[in-house]
């Protein structure tokens, strides 16, 4: 007699890139009813987080205190910086503090810096002149204020061009009516909408050059009030989190995937407070379009499934909508602040178009955690500045962040 050995081989829970909120709540219940969750947070995380990063969405809405208005005077001197770089006949990836010298807007920018690291995580400058300016001159003027906020650009791709540089700065774009849509695998070049994730790098910084028809709305959420209610409500997912998770790496053949948490503990030190991060991107645990999760990797778990899940939908309940006009620049805290977008529909002179840059301020830049160092060195290390590309117009990006 024989006896018969059952072997279950671990299978991807039923989840999409698209959350589904009955999915979400038919998942949680099922864990709580055949599961016995932890009800104690993992050793030396804080039970609650009290900072100016900790904020609810509806109220920052009610808020006008985190748009800085650019007057005529900083506009013009915007310009005169402009003309001043261009008389030097330098590459685009020369433009720096020095070389962009904006002497009275420039404390204001530092300041700004601090409130995107240590104040409510996010500013907007608004009302850039974009319709008197030619694609690159935008651009520069959009890369040149943005050096007095962080003085280091981050690479927009892994992969390098054909000439061997690296794209500092990415067209957000719907270019599906002009790319083959197997090709494209990142939400940022679709009129899709995007849920809540983080990019690379620490500061996430946007220029709208055109808004929508209709749709595009763009959402932030802190993550640090995302921390404290599953603190207090879900300490089991915050285990869940801050363990490793099998990040895809899209048929990399040198690396199928890698092993990291998506929340991070920074104990408070004699010179910074303490902090939380969360960092990660849905897709990388789902597939989107014509990147799936591979199937030759370690799936995710039912409690990993869940954790993505309470993620987004508490990022949304908790969000607030920004108004991102034309002419607007976002500046966003990385490390604390989650962010998302609506589908969006596109007209006849109505085309969603944005330009990003990732940015690192190193006089107020957060300690970047052990395990996030080779991702933060892919899109930092020596992007020097010969080797730094400008594209004035969109391209399917080989992805290193979102």
């Known amino acids: 007699m024989s006896a018969v050995q059952t072997i279950t081989v671990p299978t991807q829970p039923d989840i999409q890139y698209h959350p589904e909120y009955e999915k979400y709540k038919e998942r949680t219940r099922h864990r709580k009813e055949t599961e016995t969750l932890q009800t104690i947070l993992p050793p030396n995380f804080p039970q609650k987080l009290v900072s100016p990063l900790v904020w609810e969405g509806k109220e920052v809405e009610k808020r006008g205190d985190w748009i800085y208005q650019l007057s005529d005077d900083h506009l013009d001197e915007l310009d005169t910086a402009l003309k001043s770089f261009k008389a030097l006949n330098l590459s685009l990836g020369h433009i720096n503090q020095s070389t962009f010298p904006l002497p009275t807007l420039r404390p204001t920018l530092r300041d700004l810096s601090k409130e995107i690291h240590a104040g409510r995580g996010f500013v907007v400058l608004r009302g850039l002149r ?123 053949p040198a690396r199928p995937y890698s092993l990291r948490p998506l929340l991070y503990h920074q104990p408070a030190t004699s010179t910074t407070p303490e902090r939380i991060l969360i960092q990660y991107a849905r897709r990388y645990f789902t597939g989107f379009l014509a990147q799936p999760r591979s199937k030759d990797i370690p799936p995710i778990t039912e409690a990993q499934a869940e954790a993505l899940d309470a993620l987004h939908f508490l990022a949304k309940e908790h969000s607030a909508t920004l108004d991102f006009q034309k002419g607007d620049v976002q500046y966003v805290n990385n490390l604390s602040i989650f962010h998302a977008r609506n589908e969006f529909k596109d007209g006849p002179g109505q085309e969603r178009h944005l330009l990003r840059l990732w940015l690192r301020d190193p006089e107020n830049a957060w300690e970047t955690p052990r395990e996030l160092q080779e991702r933060w060195d892919i899109v930092y290390k020596d992007v020097v500045e010969d080797k730094q590309a400008f594209p004035l117009e969109p391209a399917i990006r080989k992805t290193v962040g979102s």
Not at 177 to 194: E, H, M, V, Y
Request: with cysteine; glycine share 8%.
């Open 130 to 252: 974009i319709d008197d300016y030619s694609r690159e001159d935008n651009i520069i003027i959009y890369t040149g204020v943005s050096s007095h906020i962080g003085n280091i650009r981050g690479r927009q791709q892994e992969a390098r061009l054909a000439d061997g540089t690296s794209p500092v700065i990415s067209h957000i774009k719907d270019i599906t009516g002009t790319a083959a849509k197997g090709l494209i695998g990142a939400p940022s070049n679709t009129a899709d909408r995007q849920v809540f994730h983080t990019d690379a790098g620490d500061i996430i910084s946007l220029l709208c050059l055109n808004r929508a028809a209709e749709g595009g709305e763009s959402y932030l959420s802190s993550s640090w009030h995302v921390y404290n209610i599953l603190a207090k409500e879900r300490p089991d997912l915050i285990h869940t989190l801050s363990k490793d998770w099998p990040v895809d790496g899209f048929n990399n």
